[in-house]
Nanobody, 112 residues
Framework: QVQVVESGGGLVQPGGSLRLSCVLSGSIFSIRAMAWYRQAPGKQRELVAMINSGDYLILGDSVKGRFTISGDNTKNTVYLQMNNLKPEDTAVYYC??????WGQGTQVTVSS
């Protein structure tokens, strides 16, 4: 049974940084097809970043240059490094595996 678990969220001030972690467990699959989404209050879920066939991509225009996605395949863990955080980054961040298995989400709040 595949499981996805996110962690690393929290409350940070504008300009701060967080690194989110997403652990894929319960399967023999790699992290080559993982994605980060976020959903802000009152807004639809949006795709932020993904690993596509080994390519690490940032999809959200508003986070390019600030966010990076990386992974450690030996640990089946995907990371989302978030720098220079802005209030508009406030959202629940979700990780998924092949857009099929989703984690519970981790809250990121950016506020002074």
């Amino acid at each position: 049974q595949v499981q996805v678990v996110e962690s690393g969220g929290g409350l940070v001030q504008p300009g701060g940084s967080l690194r989110l972690s997403c652990v894929l467990s319960g399967s023999i699959f790699s992290i080559r097809a993982m994605a980060w989404y976020r959903q802000a209050p009152g807004k639809q879920r949006e795709l932020v970043a993904m690993i596509n066939s080994g390519d690490y991509l940032i999809l959200g225009d508003s986070v390019k240059g600030r966010f990076t996605i990386s992974g450690d395949n030996t640990k089946n863990t995907v990371y989302l490094q978030m720098n220079n955080l802005k209030p508009e980054d406030t959202a629940v961040y979700y990780c998924n595996f092949r857009n099929i298995v989703w984690g519970q989400g981790t809250q990121v709040t950016v506020s002074s």
